[in-house]
């Protein structure tokens, strides 16, 4: 054979061998990754394009903006479950927070106001602030009860545990100087968190055993199985939780260290990763049943979008980083946002959880709360802070999604003044982190196409 025949060989070879590879590939990682999901009307290529197309780039533009970037965290809250020793010694995991310069204005000086000023002050800031969202007609004695009913109520709606934000521990975090990406925080530590996350803070029927933690031995039973035992609300639940344990390992896979020299690190796709976490074959079958779990999250964090719009309606209500012409804009990028969520035609039905039997629901939905608060406890125990800045934001985030959908109370663009019973509220650490929780969603789903073409480009 002449060398060249052989060079022309070798090639036709290769690239047969690279377009049935390139279609399995990509097959695996997606085979179900397509049409109705599971408890819900609606389909993953309807939800990618409306994401990839509509969505995604506004919500870009909205987080980099002043209000949606400075997150205030507190990172220094102590694991309430276990002792943690070891400190992420890792450099990736490092968090930079802001220096003072680098905060704008208008949101240090209400952090002073809360931080610095006496307790009673401080609940005239409160009010100012949070009642001051609201129209204005309430007479005295209304204000002063809704006061009292808010104290109580905002936290019996609450998902999450919120930090305190006026604690000299908590920080502003730039989110944008801190991505969500690779950062070499796995093993055995990583799995505890996981693990606790699964085996104690998640529903299932007790007899079973998951085989979740890999470094216990894998009985071969498949994980979904028992979820089938499960009612829609645990099913959800466990969704819900493996949606964001996707989002996270797309994150960093997209995000991944490729290399690294004294100039620069490059920071991009790596697609054995992903496989890794998402091949049917080299998950069991689990890995697209993930990517599954991943646009049912996107959907319910979706609906609670659509359904906050007249919450920030209001005309009272500002994005207020002290700069109004900016603040002005931003709102109005929020509106459009919102109204585009709305408009989204196949949207989650949330009236289907916790309904029938009130007595039941209403324990179920407590018991939901109560695991999901606790997950958000565990957040304290990731020892990489980067993870856990991330992950705190993302529970929270999630938190504020199911308690929009589930909360009791009217969310009304125009508060009544005759209703005795207190208006939505939402503080803004709630707010931040709802929008930027979603945007690690969206940009999942987004990195999915990446994904989706790299595999069909895949030369081997
Ligand atoms: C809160 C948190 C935030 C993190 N953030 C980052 C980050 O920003 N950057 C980073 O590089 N690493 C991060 N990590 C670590 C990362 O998630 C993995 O734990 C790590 O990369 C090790 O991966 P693994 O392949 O061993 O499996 P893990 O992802 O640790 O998963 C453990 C086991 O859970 C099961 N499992 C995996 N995915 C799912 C799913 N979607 N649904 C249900 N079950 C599943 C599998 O059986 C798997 O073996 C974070 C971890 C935690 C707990
Ligand atoms: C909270 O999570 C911890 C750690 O996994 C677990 O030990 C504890 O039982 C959980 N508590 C509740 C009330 O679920
Ligand atoms: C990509 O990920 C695989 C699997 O984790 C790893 O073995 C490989 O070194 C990574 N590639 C690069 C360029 O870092
Ligand atoms: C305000 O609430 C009262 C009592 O619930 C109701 O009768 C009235 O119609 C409401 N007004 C508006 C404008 O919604
Ligand atoms: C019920 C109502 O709309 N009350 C007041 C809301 O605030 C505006 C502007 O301050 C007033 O004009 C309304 O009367």
């Known amino acids: 054979m002449t060398m060249k025949s052989f060079i022309l060989l070798a090639l036709s070879l290769t690239s047969v061998h690279t377009t049935t590879a390139a279609g399995s590939a990509a097959h695996r990682c997606f085979c179900q990754v397509t049409g109705t999901l599971d408890d819900c009307a609606c389909d993953v290529e309807t939800i990618d394009r409306f994401n990839n197309k509509e969505i995604f780039p506004k919500l870009q533009k909205l987080l980099s903006s002043d209000y949606f970037r400075f997150y205030k965290v507190n990172l220094n809250n102590p694991c309430p479950f276990w ?46 602030e949070k009642l001051g969202a609201v129209n204005g007609s309430l007479s005295d004695e209304t204000r002063q009860a809704l006061q009292e009913w808010k104290k109580h109520d905002d936290e019996s709606d609450r998902f999450c545990m919120l930090d305190d934000v006026d604690s000299p521990e908590s920080q502003y975090v730039d989110l944008l100087l801190n991505p969500e990406r690779f950062t070499g925080y796995k093993g055995p530590e990583a799995w505890r968190i996981w693990n606790s996350i699964y085996e ?3 529903f299932k029927p007790y007899s079973v055993k998951r085989p979740l933690n890999p470094l216990a031995s894998n009985s071969g039973q498949g994980f979904y199985c028992w979820l089938e035992g499960l009612c829609v609300e645990k099913r959800a639940f466990f969704r819900l939780i493996s949606g964001l ?22 920071w991009s796709h790596n697609v054995s990763e992903f496989q890794l976490r998402f091949d049917k074959e080299l998950t069991e079958g689990e890995g697209p049943k993930r990517l599954r779990n991943l646009y049912f999250l996107y959907l319910i964090e979706l609906r609670a979008l659509a359904k906050i719009l007249p919450y920030f309606e209001r005309p009272a209500f500002h994005l207020y980083t002290g700069q109004p012409t900016e603040d002005n804009e931003k709102k109005k990028l929020l509106l459009e946002l919102l109204h585009m969520a709305k408009l989204f035609p196949l949207h989650f039905d949330e009236t289907a959880l916790f309904a029938g039997n009130k007595k039941e629901a209403m324990k179920l939905k407590e018991d939901f709360k109560l695991t999901f608060k606790n997950i958000s406890r565990i957040m304290d125990c990731v020892e990489c802070f980067k993870c ?12 504020t999604a199911l308690k929009i959908l589930f909360s009791e109370r009217q969310i009304e663009a125009m508060p009544n003044a005759s209703n005795t019973n207190p208006s939505f509220q939402l503080s803004r650490q709630e707010i931040v982190s709802l929008f930027n929780a979603f945007g690690r969603i969206s940009t999942s789903v ?3 196409d990446n994904f989706r073409s790299l595999l069909s480009n895949l030369k081997q």
């Open 245 to 266: 344990h996707a989002s996270i390992n797309i994150h960093l896979s997209a995000r991944y260290l490729l290399d690294e020299n004294w100039f620069e690190m490059k």
């Open 446 to 448: 987004r990195e999915l």
């Open 83 to 128: 002792t943690d020793h070891s400190q992420c010694g890792l450099k990736y995991c490092a968090v930079k927070p802001c220096t003072p310069g680098e905060v704008p204005e208008g949101l240090k000086s209400s952090s002073y106001k809360y931080s610095e000023a006496a307790s009673q002050d401080l609940e005239e800031c409160e009010k100012a």
């Open 388 to 399: 856990r800045l991330w992950g705190k934001l993302q529970t929270q985030g999630l938190g």
């Open 200 to 202: 104690e803070n998640c």
